[in-house]
């Protein structure tokens, strides 16, 4: 079974969703962007997920975690939480 390791930022609105990932392709620290401004709790270790299989997430994150490229933002995705910026650090 595929497993993946991603790491997300989780915001209320798409626009601050926006605002972030200009602000991550500009130079920033993904990692410290999430600390600062994710609302998921995984946003005290920088975003990180985990690894995890198919199933196991929200069918908005797997569409995007299972087919995006390695270590590029995606985003904003939008769940029933709010938007997400999400970084696929590994995959196998």
Do not use: W
Request: proline content about 5%; glycine content about 8%; overall charge negative.
């Amino acid at each position: 079974m595929p497993k993946a390791s991603a790491r997300h930022i989780l915001v209320s609105t798409e626009e601050k969703c926006n605002e972030l990932k200009t602000q991550i392709e500009q130079g920033s620290d993904f990692a410290e962007i999430a600390r600062k401004y994710s609302t998921c709790p995984s946003g005290r270790n920088g975003g990180d997920l985990g690894s995890f299989s198919p199933g196991m997430m929200v069918k908005e994150f797997d569409q995007v975690v299972f087919s995006a490229p390695l270590n590029e933002v995606q985003g904003p995705v939008k769940t029933q939480f709010g938007y997400h910026l999400l970084e696929v650090t590994s995959r196998t």
